[in-house]
């Protein structure tokens, strides 16, 4: 069974700052990975993926995920916040053995104060 | 740039009620589903759909539930008999030929009295 961790419910970085959202995976075999955020009242929306190729991943809005095998982790990083960023993000895993679901994490919230 | 669109953005019903949630994928997308969030927890799987049928499907999509693409265009997810517990929001998704990435609609929040 594949499964997803995102052990922060809520990360708070001042404006400028960098900003890490962790998440770890669990899954069969190599993983696809993704990461998608949603703001209040809103859908999920696309950030990035990785497939495969370079593990450094780079998604929409400056945003940029690091897949790291050996510690089954795709940890979310931008180099300088910002309060529009502000945010539940989601980390979500995909196996590659058939079917296509995706398993979502619990979320962390990003709080980007001034 | 396409979306998927979800209507209605909410829907109210009494419990014993029939309710049908509609979709409009994304246009040359042939993989579609139906995910589920209710409040405060994360959003969990229900089933996927590719040509007409169902590819797969979650333990909590059980004989209440169906999924239909009546023509073209919709994608619907039928929930036949009402709970209080099916209380959530209901997220459409499609991915293009070659998944993996799934583009999410806005959902509908669905409120079981």
């Known amino acids: 069974a594949q499964s997803v961790a995102q052990p922060e419910d809520q990360v708070n970085v001042a404006e400028g700052n960098p900003l890490t959202v962790k998440c770890t995976y669990s899954v069969s075999g190599n993983p696809y990975l993704f990461w998608y955020v949603q703001y209040p009242n809103r859908g999920l929306q696309f950030l990035l993926k990785?497939?495969?190729?370079?593990?450094l991943v780079k998604g929409s809005y400056g945003f940029e995920a690091e897949f790291n095998k050996s510690q089954t982790s795709f940890h979310l990083k931008k180099p300088s916040a910002l309060v529009s960023d502000s945010a539940l993000y989601f980390c979500a895993v995909r196996g590659r053995g058939g079917g296509n679901k995706l398993t979502f994490g619990t979320g962390t919230q990003l709080k980007v104060e001034l | 740039e396409p979306e998927v669109t979800q209507t209605p953005s909410h829907q109210v019903t009494q419990m014993g009620q029939e309710v049908i949630l509609r979709c409009v994928p994304i246009s040359n997308h042939l993989y579609f589903y139906w995910y589920r969030q209710i409040l405060g927890q994360k959003v969990e799987f229900l089933v996927s759909?590719?040509?007409?049928?169902?590819?797969?499907k979650s333990e909590i999509f059980d004989d209440q539930f169906s999924v239909e693409r009546p023509d073209g265009s919709n994608f619907t997810l039928k929930i036949r008999s009402t709970k209080l517990e099916d209380s959530a929001m209901y997220f459409c998704?499609?991915?293009?030929?070659?998944?993996?990435?799934?583009?999410f609609g806005p959902g509908t929040r669905l409120t079981v009295l």
């Open positions: 759909f590719y040509n007409n049928e169902i590819s797969e």
């Open positions: 990785y497939i495969t190729g370079d593990n």
């Open positions: 998704a499609s991915s293009p030929r070659q998944p993996p990435e799934q583009f």
